[in-house]
């Protein structure tokens, strides 16, 4: 393992993450189970990418048959890419018709910023204290934790608004949230600079998907739409059925938006991506940017993603998230009446997790808590990591096919390291 790492620092560079204060050398996957080099097995409740599966059957060989058979970018004519957008399109309300398909969400998320400049001629976006929206040079501004310390980007024209928090901030309805975009928006407007977007992920899911009520984000979204806005909906992390209740979490909200992006589940691991908006906005993009993307939409990407809708519809996946989702809550929730530690339990769909606290009363965070929680489980062979404004929060989001046996795993698990985490014998 000190070789392996030694290697990658060498090659990679320094501060390349990795996971866990034991790196695991994963080697092969199949379903919701990883194995190391070792031979030891781990189950996964933390990859969303593999959304149907690792190494899925259905999604492998159609991977393979398109590979055998044309490999080429979208400046040539193909049905593939056609075929995929209509029915990806298909799951979306109106107006919501069209498409652009790139290789990573990062790619998608920073067309996003384009579309609502080109829509409105104003280069001021929102976006919470504590999201994270991709990598590139432009997307890397809306994170407080991945501004860059050098180069270009939106210096300047973001205003970052304070995450929702069910736990420790009430706003039911979602009207405080909104007061937060409103100054926001007052503010890009007096300076000069304007306001173009908000951009939120409907589930808040790296602020912890805070508990929300149907329609939580509407008085947000219609703010926006009165200020001239676009509305962009990140689905990345909460798209394609993983909420339960329905395909992709802006509609959960009651919301339609302007611009819907996505990725990492998309291509179940192989690095298909893209973004979904009206024809109007798609008009007025495609009149302001020349934009070609060479991998982004070729036929074998377009195969696998629609062998991921395919598998997605046959085998039922949304409803099954919904169903384990509402089964891990209440297995939480047991945990919680056990241990103090664990202050608040929420759920959506296949996204569930425990938040801890060092005092039930203060509220105050345990993020050094989480940390050995996700380290102890770790070394017991399940494998989940930690998010939120506090990073005190467990993100556990497996991949679709995770069932009531692999949650029974989980939850075992878990109680059996909480003792020795708070010391106990």
């Known amino acids: 393992m000190s070789d392996l790492l030694q290697r990658r620092r060498a090659l990679l560079g320094p501060n ?3 996971f866990y204060a034991d790196p695991v050398h994963i080697v092969r996957g199949e379903g919701v189970w990883l194995w190391d080099a070792e031979g030891r097995r781990y189950l996964d409740c933390y990859n969303n990418v593999p959304h149907v599966g690792h190494c899925n059957p259905r999604v492998v060989e159609a991977l393979c048959a398109q590979a055998r058979t044309l490999n080429t970018h979208t400046r040539y004519l193909h049905e593939g890419i056609l075929d995929y957008v209509e029915r990806l399109t298909a799951t979306f309300d109106d107006p919501l018709k069209t498409a652009i398909l790139t290789c990573s969400g990062s790619e998608a998320n920073d067309i996003a910023l384009r579309m609502a400049e080109a829509m409105t001629g104003k280069r001021g976006i929102v976006a919470t204290d504590a999201t994270y929206h991709g990598n590139t040079t432009l997307v890397s501004h809306l994170s407080r934790s991945n501004v860059p310390e050098v ?18 901030i009430d706003d039911p309805e979602g009207q405080r949230f909104a007061a937060h975009v409103a100054r926001a928006i007052e503010e890009l407007e007096a300076c000069g600079i304007g306001f173009a977007a908000l951009i939120v992920c409907p589930l808040f899911l790296n602020e912890g ?14 703010l926006v739409r009165r200020a001239g806005g676009v509305l962009i909906c990140d689905e990345v992390q909460s798209g394609f059925g993983r909420c339960g209740s329905h395909f992709w979490a802006h509609q959960k909200q009651g919301v339609t938006p302007d611009i819907v992006t996505m990725g990492k589940p998309m291509g179940n ?6 973004l979904v908006t009206s024809p109007e906005i798609m008009a007025r993009f495609r009149g302001s940017f ?4 060479t991998f982004g939409g070729n036929p074998v990407s377009c195969a696998v993603a629609m062998a991921v809708l395919d598998e997605l519809e046959d085998k039922q996946w949304q409803q099954h998230a919904a169903r384990i989702g509402r089964l891990a809550r209440e297995r939480l929730q047991t945990l919680a009446e056990k241990y103090e530690v664990i202050g608040d339990v929420r759920a959506s769909g296949m996204v569930f997790g425990a938040e801890f606290v060092r005092d039930r009363r203060t509220r105050e965070p345990a993020a050094d808590c989480a940390d050995r929680v996700v380290n102890a489980m770790r070394e017991r062979g399940i494998l989940l990591s930690k998010l939120g404004r506090h990073k005190n929060t467990l993100k556990i989001r497996p991949p679709m096919p995770f069932g009531e046996d692999h949650l029974d795993l989980l939850i075992e698990t878990l109680d059996e390291v909480m003792p020795g985490i708070l010391g106990q014998p």
Do not use: I, K, M
């Not at 180069?151 to 420790?168: M, T």
């Not at 691991?269 to 893209?274: L, N």
């Open 151 to 168: 180069g270009f980007g939106l210096a300047g024209c973001v205003r970052h608004v304070e995450a929702p928090d069910s736990y420790r």
């Open 290 to 293: 020349r934009y070609f993307n």
């Open 16 to 18: 390349v993450s990795t």
């Open 209 to 222: 998907f805070p508990t929300q009520a149907p329609g939580w984000l509407r008085p947000a979204a219609e």
């Open 269 to 274: 691991g192989h690095p298909v991506a893209g």
